[in-house]
């Protein structure tokens, strides 16, 4: 089992910037590759980004590319996403994830986060 706690959530102006982090415990983080979802309200959950267990390999979102940054520190059990010059549609719950394989398909991913809302005003 892994368990995984996002913070950093919250409320910013557009054009603004926030970092969510996700700490994980349970079984070895260095294994796992992890991503980020998001759900807005009233859509379905959607990819943001993924990182490789070495994070030497990323992915992202065509909608958040150039603007959103995925990281990790497997010494702290932790993966960041920054996010910069975010806009009223980013408004979403956002969700860390581990996998055993890199993806960007949420069954993909067998642990989940409880999510930290970020919003984001215009």
């Known amino acids: 089992q892994v368990q995984l706690a996002e913070s950093g959530g919250g409320l910013v102006q557009a054009g603004g910037s926030l970092r969510l982090s996700c700490a994980a415990s349970g079984r070895t983080f260095i294994n796992y590759p992890m991503g980020w979802f998001r759900r807005a309200p009233g859509k379905e959950r959607e990819f943001v980004a993924a990182?490789?267990?070495?994070?030497?390999?990323?992915y992202y979102a065509d909608s958040v590319k150039g603007r959103f940054a995925i990281s990790r520190d497997n010494a702290k059990n932790t993966v960041y996403l920054r996010m910069n010059s975010l806009k009223p549609e980013d408004t979403a719950v956002y969700y860390c994830a581990a996998s055993r394989y890199i993806a960007t398909e949420d069954n993909a991913y067998d642990y989940w986060g409880q999510g930290t809302q970020v919003t984001v005003s215009s």
């Open positions: 990182i490789s267990w070495n994070g030497g390999t990323t």
